[in-house]
């Protein structure tokens, strides 16, 4: 199916299942540990081996010399995997760095050997007694001196690096209010709860690969890369992943070595990266350095914009696109945005959540404040002064496809009572706290991709639906039976899903926020070209024929789906392509976020008292689950304010901090008070499920909410992420708040 025409009237309007609370369908497995996750498939691949992953002791230069003697006479060693004897391996496009490494070292904790053995316990002491020599190299591992050597990196995922429109410059010089700020953001880790993990087995040349991953496809093809194989001959399997963030879209050394590791075993092979492990030999968020510069008339209308960053990735990385948001968030005629990247030999930084809207807001939204400061304008009020319903960079001709931005704003500030806020910063005191009001916009682009499903019916009536979409726990398996029984017609438990197997048909996969909207639409696909060999069978016209209540109805006539069916069920497959809509309109997700903080007048101890946020993000097909996300996001977005930040060692090039113990994320008991409003939305040129989606739009500005509330509860500004007691009491000169 093409969708290259604005939606209509469909069967998704009538809202039977759709857009309903319902509660997760995974639900139970989950909860009674009977979900099959990528490193317990017992079931599949019985008598597993474990491996232990080796990681480089340096972050740049060359393997001297490797001792595997002592550790291939350890207990229970079955084999040992290094460059010198997996064969010639290749290279996936998506991974910046080798997934093994040697002789060439080109980051700390880079995968460098794999110690198989018959038991977890056994692999990893015997891997302490590898003994490996390094000839170091000098490394660059500081984004600060390194900066002034960051060149223009290629065009990629959020388009091109630069971009202009009017003369910045020259209207910045001559605005009568003008901003002029530099902000930081530091190196994040995804800190997800599963981590990444692999069971591999072959049969003869087959490969199948229990993998925690969010894109079965991207796999399939960077594996078959990697290994130079076929990719008919691979099978990635990825029904239940415990979060990903971003970090599992891309081929990791786990499955890699994982596989390398059953072939030279001849048995099936469990490898995870161990939680210490993550940060150096993954991918992460890499820090950036921002210059946003506003000019605007005293009342606050802006006419430049300029917003430049800079960020450091391995050879041949990509940037953090921290400025995309900026490109048409606000009016302002005169426009500008950079992106430079610098060369840095620290872990590969990539995706995410919300890369670059979630650490560009960070600073955007901070500056937006120090703008309505400078102007003496509420900020809500300027936010709603600078709405703008196209694309800023393009003109009026190419409009918003829908844009509720202004609607977020006053419906969530009413909510949250935030006239209530004094204005002037440290006024308002509970007794050791004092309180302050803080908000942000919240904005993520509209990103969609081609997404494909199956779908059938058995002479019972019972729906199947097959794709290889992933859970991330979103809830894919939840929305996209709602799609599947709106379709047909059938109650949300006559309907089966299964995902995440290489065997169903590419779906979109699950990442960029465009998961849900995407999956859902390919399942729409698949369902359209059903009902039209459902009613077919009943002798109905397809575009006439209503489903419901398990029925094909035509008039006063009605027939089963089961019979239709018949014995042998009927099947059929389509998938979701989209035309230029997006070319023709902008498309984007909008919300405004609040937050009320104390801080503690002698520690500079700061709390979250409450956080509410409003959002725009078309259909919401399951608010419920859609909730849970924006929650979620939002706690994650309290991290990246307050304490999240992987700490460089710019001596030796590797992230200091790389525990749970040490890497600080906040959980929902550090927010007492959550409050979500969705502000109700069709967007009929997203896609035919109207929808749009909301899981990184709640991480979008959330940290500049937070921000901007203890600068009105302290009058201390901090553009320094993240914001710590010793930054707040570093502002103070050391002394207490009060």
């Keep these: 199916m093409k969708f290259d025409t604005p939606a209509t009237s469909n069967p998704i309007d009538r809202g039977r299942v759709v857009g309903l609370p319902h509660d997760r369908i995974d639900g139970p497995a989950k909860v009674t540990g009977t979900a099959p996750?990528?490193?317990?498939?017992?079931?599949a691949a019985p008598n597993a081996a474990y491996g232990w992953i080796v990681g480089s002791a340096i972050a740049k230069g060359r393997i001297g010399a490797m001792d595997l003697r002592a550790a291939e006479a350890a207990p229970g060693v079955l084999a040992i995997i290094t460059h010198q004897n997996a064969g010639q391996l290749g290279k996936g496009d998506m991974n910046t760095a080798h997934l093994l490494g040697g002789p060439q070292i080109e980051h700390f904790e880079q995968a460098v050997a794999v110690v198989i053995a018959d038991t977890l316990e056994n692999a990893r002491d015997a891997a302490g007694q590898l003994r490996i020599d390094y000839i170091p190299e000098r490394g660059r591992f500081d984004l600060a001196a390194e900066r002034s050597k960051a060149a223009v990196p290629k065009g990629g995922f959020g388009g091109e690096p630069d971009s202009k429109a009017g003369d910045f410059e020259g209207a910045f010089a001559k605005a009568a209010v003008r901003i002029d700020r530099h902000y930081t953001t530091p190196d994040q880790s995804h800190a997800m709860l599963e981590p990444h993990a692999t069971t591999a087995a072959w049969n003869g040349d087959k490969l199948t690969l229990w993998t925690s991953n969010q894109m079965v496809a991207w796999a399939v093809g960077e594996m078959a890369k990697t290994l130079k194989i076929p990719k008919a001959n691979i099978r990635v399997v990825a029904p239940y992943i415990g979060g990903g963030f971003g970090a599992k879209l891309f081929l990791r050394a786990d499955a890699l070595?994982?596989?390398?590791?059953?072939r030279a075993v001849g048995r099936p092979v469990k490898v995870a990266i161990a939680r210490p492990q993550i940060p150096n030999n993954s991918t992460h968020r890499p820090a950036t350095i921002q210059r946003i510069r506003l000019g605007a008339s005293r009342d606050g209308i802006i006419d430049a914009v300029g917003h430049e960053s800079w960020s450091g990735d391995l050879?041949?990385?990509s940037p953090e696109i921290a400025a995309q948001q900026t490109r048409q968030l606000y009016r302002g005629a005169h426009r500008m945005t950079t992106h430079r990247l610098t060369t840095l030999d620290l872990p590969e930084g990539n995706a995410m959540r919300a890369p670059g809207e979630a650490v560009g807001m960070l600073a955007l939204e901070i500056a937006m404040d120090e703008l309505a400061e400078a102007c003496g304008i509420d900020p809500v009020e300027l936010r709603i002064r600078n709405d703008v319903q196209y694309d800023p960079e393009a003109g009026p001709e190419r409009p918003f496809s829908s844009r509720k931005?202004?609607?977020?704003?006053?419906?969530?500030?009413?909510?949250f009572g935030w006239d209530r806020r004094n204005p002037r910063p440290g006024q308002v005191r509970d007794g050791r706290w004092l309180i302050g009001m803080g908000m942000a916009a919240a904005f993520r682009g509209n990103l969609v991709l081609a997404s494909g499903a199956r779908v059938g019916v058995d002479m019972r009536g019972h729906v199947t639906v097959e794709t290889d979409m992933t859970d991330i726990g979103t809830g894919s398996y939840t929305i996209i039976g709602q799609t599947a029984a709106e379709m047909l017609g059938v109650p949300l438990d006559a309907v089966t899903v299964r995902l995440g197997d290489s065997r169903y048909p590419v779906s979109a996969g699950s990442g960029g926020q465009f998961g849900a909207n995407s999956?859902?639409?390919g399942v729409y696909a698949a369902c359209v070209a059903l009902r039209a060999k459902l009613a077919e069978a009943a002798g109905f016209p397809a575009d006439q024929a209503l489903f419901e209540d398990g029925l094909v109805r035509l008039g006063n006539q009605s027939k089963k789906l089961g019979a239709m069916a018949g014995r042998d069920g009927l099947w059929a497959e389509d998938r979701i392509e989209f035309g230029d809509l997006t070319q023709?309109?902008?498309?984007?997700?909008f919300g405004a976020h609040?937050?009320?903080?104390?801080?503690d007048i002698d520690t500079a101890e700061v709390r979250i008292c409450r956080m509410g946020g409003a959002f725009a993000a078309g259909r919401i097909l399951n608010p419920k689950s859609a909730r849970s996300q924006v929650i979620g996001a939002m706690t994650m977005g309290v991290g990246a304010a307050l304490m999240e930040e992987l700490a460089v060692d710019t001596r030796f090039g590797f992230f200091v901090n790389h525990d749970m113990a040490e890497y600080m994320v906040p959980v929902h008991a550090d927010i007492p008070e959550q409050d979500v409003l969705f502000i109700e939305e069709l967007d009929d040129k997203s896609s035919p499920m109207k929808a749009k989606g909301v899981?990184?739009?709640?991480?979008c500005g959330v940290g500049a909410a937070v921000a901007n509330a203890i600068y009105n509860a302290t009058g201390v500004r901090i553009r320094d992420y993240p914001i710590t007691i010793d930054k707040m009491l570093a502002a103070v000169d050391g002394s207490a708040l009060a």
């Design 315 to 317: 050879p041949g990385g």
């Design 37 to 43: 996750y990528a490193y317990e498939r017992h079931d």
């Design 257 to 262: 070595l994982a596989a390398l590791g059953a």
């Design 405 to 415: 931005f202004v609607e977020c704003l006053r419906e969530g500030a009413q909510r």
């Design 695 to 699: 899981g990184e739009l709640g991480i």
């Design 519 to 521: 999956s859902t639409a």
């Design 594 to 599: 609040f937050c009320e903080v104390g801080v």
């Design 584 to 589: 023709r309109y902008a498309q984007a997700t």
